[in-house]
Structure formats: structure tokens, C-alpha cells
């Protein structure tokens, strides 16, 4: 099935209210230890942000990602994922092991169209595999 671009594929941030729970998984393609839930999966969508997960994905498990795992246990864990959009549509995707505390990973990216103006994701570890989902499914 080929998707085309149309204006019916939109995120509103209450659309994300209904999620508070899921029903699937779904494995990263390339990050394998990564699955996230129905919820993070309609961001992807419905935002055409699939480049998000990637970008989440790809720093779980990293070398920064190690670092700042031993030095905090709590990343190893739980942490957290914000994406900040501003007017000029730069973004900064950065993670931190709890509210108050400065971000452990802060990468830059110098477009997005992504709808929305912050978005969160937090991730959790089994003890196997590293779960994405969104504050609601929690």
C-alpha cells in the first residue's frame, strides 16, 4: 500500500488524551531492544514522524547513552524524551532521567514540520527490551 500525502493525516494534542493504555507492541526495525506502544505509533503517523521514533531509537543504547546510565541508574530504568518545536520550525529532541535535572542527550534538528509544539516520550526497560510510550499510557 502506497500512503499518499493528504491533509486528513493530522495531530492535535487531544487526540493523544485517548490513549492510556495498549494493546500492541511494536518492534524498531533497527533498534530490536525498542518497541513502542499504539499510542507512540499514532504520533508516528499521524504526525509523519516516524523519524522521531528513529531518533529516539538510535540514541538507546549508544555510547553517550551508556555514559550517562552509569553515572545515573536511573536512566538505565526509566527516562524521559521531549521534543521542542520552535516558531522558526527547528527543534531540539533532548532526554533526561527526571524533571528537574538537566538533559543527558540534546540533539539538534534544523527542520521539522511536525505539528505539534512540544511532544513527550517516556521510556521504561523490562529488564529485556525498552518500552516507548506516551505520559497518557503510563
Known amino acids: 500500500m502506497t500512503k499518499t500525502t493528504d491533509s486528513t493525516n493530522t495531530l492535535c494534542e487531544s487526540d493523544l488524551r485517548q490513549f492510556t493504555g495498549t494493546?500492541?507492541?511494536?518492534?524498531?526495525?533497527?533498534n530490536r531492544r525498542v518497541c513502542?506502544?499504539?499510542g507512540v505509533r499514532y504520533v508516528a503517523e499521524q504526525g509523519e514522524a516516524?523519524?522521531?521514533i528513529d531518533a529516539i531509537c538510535s540514541w538507546i543504547g549508544s555510547q553517550p547513552f551508556r555514559k550517562a546510565a552509569a553515572?545515573?541508574?536511573?536512566?538505565?530504568?526509566?527516562?524521559f524524551w521531549?521534543?521542542?518545536v520552535q516558531e522558526d520550525r527547528t527543534a531540539v529532541l533532548f532526554a533526561k532521567s527526571d524533571s528537574p535535572e538537566e538533559a543527558f542527550i540534546t540533539q539538534a534538528i534544523p527542520f521539522t514540520d511536525f505539528p505539534l509544539p512540544r511532544i513527550d516520550i517516556w521510556a521504561a526497560y523490562d529488564g529485556e527490551n525498552w518500552t516507548l510510550y506516551l505520559p497518557s499510557e503510563h
Open 23 to 30: 494493546i500492541d507492541l511494536y518492534r524498531h526495525g533497527l
Open 36 to 38: 513502542y506502544t499504539d
Open 50 to 52: 516516524f523519524w522521531l
Open 71 to 79: 553515572e545515573d541508574d536511573r536512566i538505565a530504568e526509566m527516562h
Open 82 to 84: 521531549t521534543l521542542e
